[in-house]
Nanobody, 121 residues
Framework: QVQLVESGGGVVQAGGSLRLSCAAS????????MGWYRQAPGKQRELVAI???????NYRDAVKGRFTISRDNAKNTVYLQMNSLKPEDTAVYYC???????????????WGQGTQVTVSS
């Protein structure tokens, strides 16, 4: 089992920045891919960015050039630097971790409790 704890959410004006952190504990040796997802009210949860154990990243188009995902394997922590925030970025942001098996079999993996990000216009 992997436990994930997010931090860093808050309220920011449009154009501002926030940095989210997600610390992993438990069976961390099994973690392959880590990522950030978000869910706005009335909408489905969507992928924001993912990073593999070797640092390969992928972003949804809406955040490319504004968000940066990074990973510190020594600290078992993944970060999401969010710049030039827009009101449409408002959502609960969730951290996710998957083992290689969970990636290969398209299983959901482990989730954090979520952190609220609110961008005011």
């Amino acid at each position: 089992q992997v436990q994930l704890v997010e931090s860093g959410g808050g309220v920011v004006q449009a154009g501002g920045s926030l940095r989210l952190s997600c610390a992993a504990s438990g069976s961390i040796f099994s973690i392959n891919t880590m990522g950030w997802y978000r869910q706005a009210p009335g909408k489905q949860r969507e992928l924001v960015a993912i990073i593999t154990s070797v640092g390969i990243t992928n972003y949804r188009d809406a955040v490319k050039g504004r968000f940066t995902i990074s990973r510190d394997n020594a600290k078992n922590t993944v970060y999401l630097q969010m710049n030039s925030l827009k009101p449409e970025d408002t959502a609960v942001y969730y951290c996710n971790a998957k083992s290689g098996f969970e990636v290969a079999t398209n299983r959901p993996g482990s989730w954090g409790q979520g952190t609220q990000v609110t961008v005011s216009s």
